[in-house]
Structure formats: C-alpha cells, structure tokens
C-alpha cells in the first residue's frame, strides 16, 4: 500500500515534470542559517561558523541527487534521456537510420503478415468451445487399402454406448435446390445428425438448433440457417423461425438461425461455407445393416478429460471385441480399424507442411534482416568510438552505456516493425489477394490486435537480442589508446570486425538456404505445370446444376435414367445452338476434372466376377458417371475396347469404362475389356456390368498423383443428380452462365444453374496452396538476397575504408591498381565461399525437411544447388566490385596527406 | 572514514517518526538536531542525508510538511506526523522492542545457563 501510494506520487511527479529542488535549496539554506546560528553561539568565528555548518550538512550535490530520485523514477526518467537522445541520433544521421529502420520494417512487416495467416489456420483453426476435445473418427480398411469407408448405422451406434464420447454425429455435406423464390438457387447444405451442433458446442443466436436425443429415424424436417443465408434470402426477417422452404421439393421448417461468425467444419472452403442444416437420423431406409457404411464424415466429441490416446486405446478393444462379436461382418483380411484424429488437423492437415515451411523461410528473412541492422550497428559503433570513450573518460560507468546504445537499438527496432506493421495494414487489402481462398479460416485471416502486439513483441526481441552484441562491443574500449589514436586501431575494433564478418557469412548462408528453397518450389511447380495432363482442358467451360432429390423416391421425376435422359438431351440440343460452342458433354461432379469438392467422390466397392467370390471384402475404386461425349470433349484417348454409346441404355446391358490405372491394378496382364464387374451402390439392381473399353490415364483427380484407379459408368444407365455440363469451344466464360441458365430453365425452371468455370481455372486453382507457397518463399528468397548483397557492399566499403591508408602506401611504393582490385574482391569472394559453404550444409538439411511438399524433383537437385551458388557468388561479386573500384582510385598523395 | 553504522539506514525513519512523535512538527534542522542530540556521537549524520528521507517518507504518507515561520521568523518547511504515520510508528516501535529483547537475552545467556 504505502509502496505503491510512493510509486504513483513519483509516477505523477515524472510525468508532470515536478521538481522538488527549489523547496530543497530553500530547505537547505535555512538548515545552514540554523545551523549557523548555533555555531556562532558556541563561539565560533562566523567564517568558521559557516564552513562547520556546510561539513555537517554534507556534500550538497550528492543530497541534491538523492532528494531527486526520491523525488521521481530514476529509472524511467534516464529511459526518457536515452529516448530524448536516441531520437536525436537517429535524426542526426537519417540515411542510417532510414536503411535501418526500412530493414527492420521489412523483416517484421513479412514475419507479420505470415503470422497473420498461421494465426487463424494453425493456431486457431477451430472456432468451437474446447476445441481439443473435437475428433474425426474414420474407419479403414487396411487390408484393402481403404482410408475412410465410412460406418454404417450399427456400428454408429456402437460408438455412441461407448463411453470415449459425449456425443458422435454423422454429417453429409451436398447441396439443396431452393425452389418457391424468383430464381431456384443453389446452397451448400449439410445433412447431419441431430446431435451435430451439440458436439461443436454452439448454439443457435436465434431460435435453436436440433434435438440432440431426437430420435426420428429418417429426416425430422428441421433445418438450421446460417446468418448469411438469413440475411440474403430472408432479408434478416425476425419472424424466420417455423417458415417454411422448400429444399429438392420437400418442405422443410427453419428452427434456428446460427451467429454470424459461425463457419462449419470441413475440409473444403465448400464445406466449411454450408449455409443450411437438416438433421437426420440416417437410418430409415434401407433398414440399418452393420457391412452397408455410408461415406459420411463423423465427427465426435471426447469425455471431458480424457485424452486422445486414451480414447483411440478405448476405441481399440471395442474394434477387437466387435471383430469377435460379428467376423461375417469384419474378416480379418480387410483389418478393420477406427482411427481418431483431431479434428482441428482434419482441417489444416493439407496445408501445415506448407505454411511451416513459409514461416521458416520468414523466420529467415527476420534473421537476415536483424543481422544486416547489427552489422549497421556494429559499423557505426566504429564511427562513435570516439564519443563512447569521451563519455566513458567522464565517468559514465559501462552498463549505463550499454543502457544507452541497447536504448537507440530498441527504438530502432520499434519504430521498423512499426512501419512494418503500418505498411501491412495499410496495403491489408492488396496483401490478402494473394493468399489462396482455399487456405482453411480464408476469411478469419486478419490483420488483429493479436497481430500487433505480435510485430511489437517481435521487434522487441529483436531489438534486444541483435542491439545487444554491438553494445557490448561499442563500450568496450581501451580509454586512452582511443582517445589518442581517433580510433583507429583500438583493441575493440578486431573483435567488431570479426563479428562484422561473422554476420555477412550467416546473412549469405541464410539467403542461399532460401533460394534453395525457392528453386526447389520453383522446379517442382514448373513440373507440374508441365506434367503431361492426359486430358485437354484447353477452351472447356465446366457449368454446374443440381437435380433435386426428395426424400420420396415417388415424388423425383428424374428418378430413373430414362427420366433424366429427356431432360439431358434436350439441354444437350439446346447448349449446341449458343454462340461458339462446338461440343458439349456432361458428367456428375465425381467426374469434374480437378475441381470437384472431397465430397463427391464416393470410391465404391469393386466386385470382379470370379475374383472375389470367396473374398467378402472388395477394393475401392473412385466412381464417376458421364455421358458417351465426355471422353471425347476432355480429349481423353481410348486405348482398347470402346466408349460408351447411343445405345447403351437404362434397359441395355450395363457397361463401364475403366482407366489403364484400373486395368493395371486390377487385372494385371489380362485384357480387361470383356470382364465383369459388380460395383455396389445403394440404389443399384445386382447385375453385372461389362467393362468395354479402357482409356489412357488421364490426371484428372490430382495433378500430382499419376495412375489413380478410375471407372466411369454411363449416365444415360445410372442417373446422377449432382451435374456438371461441359461446353466445349470459342465461349466468354463470363457470359456463358447467363446464356447457359436460360437453355437449362427453359427445360426445367425448377433447377439452380451456378457456377461456370473454365477447365483452365479449375487446374490453376488446384496448384493455388503450392502457387503460393512457391511465389512467397521466392519472393523471400529475394529479399534474403538483396539484403545479403547489401551487407556484403557494407562490410567491403568498410574494410576499404579503414584500410584506405595501406592502399595509398601500396599504391605509392608502386603496386598495381588492378592487384588493389584483385586484394579487395578477394575479400568479397572469401566471404561469399564461406557462407556459400554454410550456406549449403543448411539447404541439404532444409530440402531434406521439404521432401513432402516437392514434386518431380530430387531434395538434392544438382542443378538447383549449383545454379543458387553460382547466383549467390555473381551477387558476392558484384557488391564488392563498386567498394573494390572505390579503393582502386584512391589517390596516395590526399590520402596520406589528409591522415 | 569510517563508514555509518548500518543499522542506522534503518533506523533513521524510526527515529524521524518518534521524534515527531515526541516534539511536534518540526522543521529539518530541528530533527536532525534532536537526532544527534540523543544520539551522541555514536550517529554523527550527515545532516543532509536527513532530507532524501523526509521526502520519501511524505510519499509513503507517513508524514505531511508545509511552509512555516522558523524561530528567526524565516520561511522554513515543517514536518509533522500524519495518522498514517502514527499507526506505522506504533507497529514499528513494538516490533523493534520485540526485537531488541529477543537479542538482549540472547546475549544475556552464558554457556552455563544452557546446561
């Protein structure tokens, strides 16, 4: 209490300049009056008095000192000088500082603005309530190779009595057709357990959400709405809840409004974007079946307290017990296994290799930018020798100078990151273009608060940790000899220059680690730009619609194939009549090259005649539909057999094309074409179907994976609701999805026509995380040069310069001009081969770590690593040369006679 | 020159406290006075120190000051206990009686008295 009422009255008194001296002098000089008095009084002579008085007292100064710092904070107030000072220092040399501080404002503006986005992926990815309790549960078959196959109902079931639990849901990302408005329009809608938003732990800001013990076999009718959807298409109407909407033709009522910041979880921006949530209890139809598991993502959330090993061990010996209980369900050859993963890696699991990889090489532009102010640092300590010793010669003890250069550092480093966290802020809108929409939380990334106190907390560190070492090194001098000598050649100056050089070597090792880095990327991306497609996406325009699919079967009118295919060839008949389109085709979303969301790809159980009659546990194998014109369109090439044709139909004979993926795996050294196959899916009659023909592989799933198993079923024999129309030719594609809603609507006014993307687009997107990370780490790389290549001119300009005296004696016992410049680039070249030498052991560990994230090209590429040195050493070159021709033209007679 | 008592450091706000205490406000020279009156020799202060002290009890709140007419009818700054400092001069006073009997007995005891 009474420190604290001390602290503020001192506080106050530093703040409002209050200075006690003048009451103390009064104080004083009436203590001596007094005191002489008395002294006279006892008979002294009044000189004598005086003097007497005056030794009693004391030494006034040091009371005077005392009384101030009791009077104020020492502390704060010798902070307040050093600032004063530091800024004057600062304005007295603003070229320095201007370097100085667009360095550090660099480095921290760059650190901040990856940490920004690491912030909202990495270290915020979930926006729930105890997020870590939060798990994906798959189940794999292993033994077939099959990652998430789902679970079926029974086993659902299973988990829910278990225990590990709080709740279990099953969630089913799609999309709904929004009848009864002015335009059908299309959202991305879930269908999920009544539970679901009881294990995200949110709740509805308006109305509420589902029932989590609701027990309705089949759909309850009730859907939740997010606040986007709220807001656009019920223009935010307060009376929302018990409305109606008519979602694939069935009548649903709204029960909640979600809060605006609300975001799903899931692993496509698609996903998380789901504007709309129906509940279902998923088992009304067929009645549930332990081996029938559906392609549903389930998401959990664990007992409180209990961890993740824990729950995976629990969930272990329920497999194993499970395994016992059912073997016709579970045969040991497939090894079924549930596997638990946090759900927040779920989300980022894609796209952490990437963004670690950014924020190290932003870590290493911060660290070369730090090193290259240390060395300006360091390189002025020189300049101020003089000033440190004059200082030091008065009394100043080593620490209070340290205090003071560690003071002008700080500011230094504050004021860049500063700027840098200014210049971020301000160009926020222009910076986040080019972060890829398809990052996890896109739309949380921020420039926050969080993220300033983080550019300052950064600078801080910085300031202390690289101010440090020139301060320790500027204060330390031999007095006499620098005062004497004008400070050339004092004891401090070998170590600095060491230091000096020390620093050049880690700023070239760092910006050869970089751009190792960076040609890595810029390799393995150019690769995949490159990689022989195997389709042709060239003039193709993807256009998407979806058919509705009503919980009655009775109630669909494109229910069967036939049905659908009215409706397909009269679009068909229609999209050849628009402008420039030459071809055009059509396919369910599994078959949209490149661009369709994880969710629409359900690889299904792949049944071989003969093969698999004793093995009750089928292969996978991703599953599309599309119409005989697909191929043709996508300028895939067939390789033996035949396409589909016009008169494969719903009553025909079922057929199937499979790729060379396919036939390789599946039937090694044997014609494929002729076999039969039984693909299992719900609504599927068991029959066979023949496999007629076999394409070349096409990378049509990912541009980085060749040779994934692919079969293609006729959608004129298996409907699909979920379409994409392609139109091949000379089309606008801004215009084409006006043109194109029109001809399907004339057909059908009920169905949603959305986006149209060029074949083109959707390639370029799907390298957009690997675009990017390859263009940020060239960009740092870059940078990391250019700093390099400054502090290299620095260091070498500096060496000239002291060394200006030796060069003129040379020069005047008669050494060549040109042997100067070879003495100086030397220099420049140790340098650069020293931290070329580092530089290269830190890239091979540094492309060992990013195996993972390059593509066609080996860590070690011989030609990337040689290329980089070369560059790096040209750049070494070319800053030593301006410093090497500066001391080539050193005249010896002013510069002996000016020292 | 031998350097102060440590103790003294201490004490000296104790000692600035009783004698308010005792005298009543008092002007700086009046305290240092009174300080080394009794004293003696034993604490021959340098009597300026006596004033950083003053002004880092004020802070504390233990004493107040204000300008007043010294015995010459000259202006001079008066020092006198405040509540605060009464009650601090009372804890203290106590806890220095305790502190100082806990010592003198123990120096009072000669080996034989342990047996």
Known sequence: ?899 | MKEKPDVLQGTLALMVLKTLDVLGPQHGWGIARRIEQISGDLLAVNQGTLYPLLLKLEHEGSIASEWGASENNRRARFYRLTGAGRKQLQTETSEWEQTAAIIARFFKVKAGDLT
């Open chain 1, 1 to 899: 209490m009474k420190v604290l009422r001390r602290f503020f009255i001192r506080l106050s008194n530093l703040v409002t300049g209050r200075s006690a001296d003048q009451r103390l002098r009064e104080e004083i000089a009436e203590h001596l009056a007094l005191q002489t008095e008395e002294n006279l009084r006892a008979g002294m002579s009044p000189t004598e008095a005086r003097r007497q008085a005056a030794i009693k007292l004391g030494a006034a100064e040091a009371i005077r000192q005392d009384h101030h710092a009791e009077q104020s904070l020492p502390f704060f107030e010798n902070l307040l000088f050093d600032l004063r000072y530091a800024l004057r220092m600062l304005v007295r040399s603003p070229g320095f500082s201007l370097i100085a501080i667009a360095t550090i404002a660099l480095g921290i503006g760059a650190t901040t603005a990856i940490y920004s986005v690491i912030d909202a992926t990495l270290l915020h990815p979930l926006p729930y309530p105890k997020p870590s309790e939060l798990v994906r549960i798959e189940a794999n078959l292993t033994g077939v190779g099959a990652h998430g196959v789902g679970i079926s109902i029974p086993e659902l079931r299973d988990l829910q009595n278990s225990g590990i639990f709080q709740n279990v849901s099953l969630c089913f990302f799609g999309s709904e057709n929004v009848t009864g408005g002015s335009q059908p329009t299309h959202i991305a809608g879930a269908t999920v357990s009544p539970s679901y938003f009881a294990v995200l732990g949110v709740d509805a800001a308006l109305g509420r959400t589902f029932d989590p013990h609701d027990a309705t076999p089949g759909p309850n009718l009730e859907v939740v709405i997010s606040d986007g959807l709220w807001k656009r298409a019920f223009g935010a109407d307060p009376r929302i809840l018990g409305k109606s909407l008519r979602l694939d033709n069935d009548l649903f009522y709204v029960v909640g409004v979600m809060p605006p910041g609300f975001r799903d979880q899931g692993q496509t921006s698609e996903e998380r974007g789901t504007e709309l949530w129906a509940a279902d209890g998923f088992s009304s139809d067929p009645p549930p079946v332990r081996g029938t598991r559906q392609p549903y993502v389930t998401v959990a959330r664990l007992q409180p307290g209990l961890s993740l090993e824990a729950a995976q061990g629990h969930l272990d010996a329920l497999v194993a017990s499970l395994k016992k209980e059912y073997p016709a369900d579970y045969p040991p050859q497939a090894a079924w296994t549930i596997h638990l993963t946090p759900l927040a890696e779920t989300l980022v699991g894609n796209v952490r290799q990437s963004l670690v990889l950014l924020s190290g090489a932003v870590g290493l532009v911060l660290l070369i930018s730090c090193v290259n102010v240390a060395n300006l640092l360091l390189t002025r300590a020189s300049a101020r020798g003089r000033e440190m010793a004059v200082r030091q010669a008065l009394g100043a003890p080593r620490t209070r100078l340290i205090r003071q250069l560690l003071t002008e550092s700080l500011l230094l480093f504050v004021l860049g990151g500063v700027t840098g966290f200014a210049v971020l802020f301000g160009a926020r809108k222009f910076v986040l273009q080019f972060i890829p929409e398809s990052l996890p939380r896109f739309n949380e990334i921020s420039i926050s608060w969080g993220v300033l106190a983080f550019a300052i907390i950064v600078s801080v560190a910085a300031g202390i940790i690289f101010g440090l070492a020139p301060a320790w090194l500027t204060s330390r001098r031999n007095l006499t000899a620098t005062i004497g000598q004008d400070g050339r050649g004092s004891s401090g100056s070998r170590q600095r220059s060491r230091l000096r050089h020390v620093l050049v070597i880690s700023e070239l090792a760092i910006s050869l680690v970089l751009m190792v880095a960076a040609g890595l990327l810029l390799r393995s991306f150019w690769d995949l730009f490159r990689v022989p497609l195997g389709f042709n996406p060239s003039r193709v325009v993807a256009i998407e619609t979806t058919l509705p699919n009503p919980n009655d079967p009775k109630t669909d009118i494109y229910h069967t194939a036939a049905q659908e295919a009215v409706l397909l060839r009269e679009v068909f008949r229609r999209n050849l009549t628009l402008p420039g389109v030459e071809e055009t085709a059509v396919s369910d979303r599994a078959a949209l090259p490149l661009g369709h969301g994880q969710g629409d790809l359900r690889p299904r159980p792949l049944i071989r005649e003969g093969e698999d009659a004793q093995n009750r546990q089928p292969p996978l194998i991703d599953t599309s539909t599309v119409s005989p014109e697909y191929f043709h369109v996508l300028g895939m090439t067939l390789l033996r057999g035949r396409l589909f044709v016009d008169q494969d139909l719903e009553d025909t004979p079922s057929v199937a094309v499979i790729n060379q993926a396919a036939a390789r795996t599946y039937w090694p050294n044997q014609d494929p074409v002729g076999k039969h196959v039984h693909v299992r899916s719900r609504s599927d009659k068991p029959e066979w179907t023949t496999i007629v023909g076999v394409i070349a592989d096409a990378r049509t799933e990912s541009l980085a994976d060749t040779g994934i198993p692919e079969l293609y079923l006729d959608i004129y024999q298996r409907p699909a609701k979920f379409l994409a129309f392609y139109l091949r030719g000379q089309v606008y594609p801004a215009a084409i999805l006006a043109q194109e809603r029109t001809q399907i609507q004339a057909v059908d006014p009920e169905l949603p026509v959305f986006r149209a993307e060029t074949l083109d687009d959707a390639l370029s997107s799907s390298l957009s995380v690997r675009r990017f990370s390859m263009e940020m780490v060239a960009l740092f790389a870059g940078t990391a040069l250019l700093l390099a290549g400054l502090g290299i001119y620095g260091t070498i300009s500096y060496v000239v310069n002291e060394q200006r005296r030796e060069i003129a004696i040379r020069l005047a016992l008669g050494a060549q001009r040109r042997d100067i410049l070879k003495i100086v680039l030397r220099q420049g070249l140790i340098l650069a081969a020293a931290g070329a030498g580092a530089g290269l052991v830190g890239a091979f560990i540094v492309s060992h770590l990013m195996a993972g994230l390059l593509y066609g090209v080996s860590p070690y590429d011989l030609s990337t690593f040689a290329g980089v040195t070369a560059v790096l050493t040209a750049v070494a070159i070319a800053a030593s040369y301006v410093p090497a021709l500066r001391a080539m033209r050193v005249d010896p007679m002013t510069t002996l006679h000016s020292e």
